[in-house]
C-alpha cells in the first residue's frame, strides 16, 4: 500500500506483509535515496521510515545550503 504524507512532499512509503505478521516499509524520494526496514508492528515501522527519511531530507537541504 502506497502512503505520501504532507511533510514529507518528496518521499512516497510503501507498506507491504511480507511474511504471517511480518511487515517491510520502503519509503523512497523523487532523487533516489531510500530507507527500507522490516518489523512485526506496521504503524512503528511507517514512524520509523518516516523519521529516517526527515532526517534524508535535512541532510540534503543541509549540504545544498538551505
Given at each position: ?66
Amino acid at each position: 500500500m502506497k502512503q505520501s504524507f504532507d511533510d514529507l512532499p518528496n518521499w512516497a512509503f510503501d507498506l507491504e506483509e511480507v511474511s504471517a505478521n511480518v511487515y517491510e516499509v520502503t519509503g523512497t524520494d523523487t532523487f533516489g535515496h531510500r530507507v527500507q526496514m522490516k518489523g512485526t508492528d506496521p504503524d512503528a515501522l511507517l514512524i520509523d521510515a518516516r523519521r529516517e527519511a526527515a532526517k534524508i531530507e535535512a541532510d540534503v537541504l543541509a549540504c545544498k545550503g538551505v
